[in-house]
């Protein structure tokens, strides 16, 4: 199988969801990364959003790399079919080899988790640890709360507009991941689809 063009590590949610648009929603962030001929780095499960992202970019023609805790794949969580799975001992573990093996971030709908993996990724690049461009996918404005929030935390002091700005936030999966890429320097590495 030929390289992948870039590397985008998807945090999402390991249920579906109640809203069929979240669902949907993975599917085209999956499809895009395929049909460009990119590589999903991902938590390696098999259940909810995260097995319909997995799905639709190997079915779309492009890699994933799943990296799944031990203690996941013997609930039988994992996605054995994935192009790579790498087991790991610890939640840790995995974090930090999606973080190294991603050009790029993407958060889509999830619960504590995701906003875990989020704010690990969004605290290490104001940190200086990395500077590659994250993303939220807005589905059905299942982030406004947040963002809200967020805003909340800038009105009292505790984070700063440029930290904000650190985050590109869109509504649709096609756009904001062309944005993403084009931020990482890889823009002519994205594959044309007619």
């Known amino acids: 199988m030929a390289k ?58 492009g890699t994933v790399k799943g990296i799944i805790p031990k203690a996941l794949v013997e609930k039988e969580w994992a996605k054995t079919d994935c192009t790579e799975l790498h087991i790991v001992e610890t939640m840790h573990e995995r974090k930090a080899m999606m973080a190294e093996h ?27 640890y990395h500077d590659k461009p994250i993303g939220i996918l807005n589905v059905n404005g299942c982030y406004d709360a947040f963002m809200e929030m967020m805003r909340g935390t ?16 869109a ?10 890429v084009t931020a990482a320097g890889l823009s002519e590495q994205i594959r044309h689809v007619d």
Not at 50 to 60: E, H, P
Not at 155 to 164: A, E, K, L, S
Not at 171 to 180: D, F, S, T
Request: proline share 4%.
């Open 4 to 61: 992948p063009n870039f590397s985008v590590c998807v945090y999402c949610g390991s249920r579906d969801g109640n809203q069929p648009a979240f669902a949907y929603a993975a599917g085209e962030v999956g499809r895009w990364i395929g049909q460009h001929g990119g590589q999903l780095v991902y938590g390696g499960g098999n259940n909810g959003l995260m097995g319909i992202v997995a799905q639709a970019t190997m079915d779309a023609g």
């Open 102 to 128: 991603a050009d790029v971030f993407l958060a889509l709908p999830g619960g504590i988790g995701t906003f875990e993996e989020l704010f690990e990724a969004w605290t290490w690049k104001q940190l200086g």
């Open 154 to 169: 800038v009105n009292d002091g505790f984070v700063g507009d440029y930290q904000m700005e650190m985050i590109q936030i």
């Open 171 to 180: 509504e649709e999966p096609a756009g904001l991941l062309r944005e993403l």
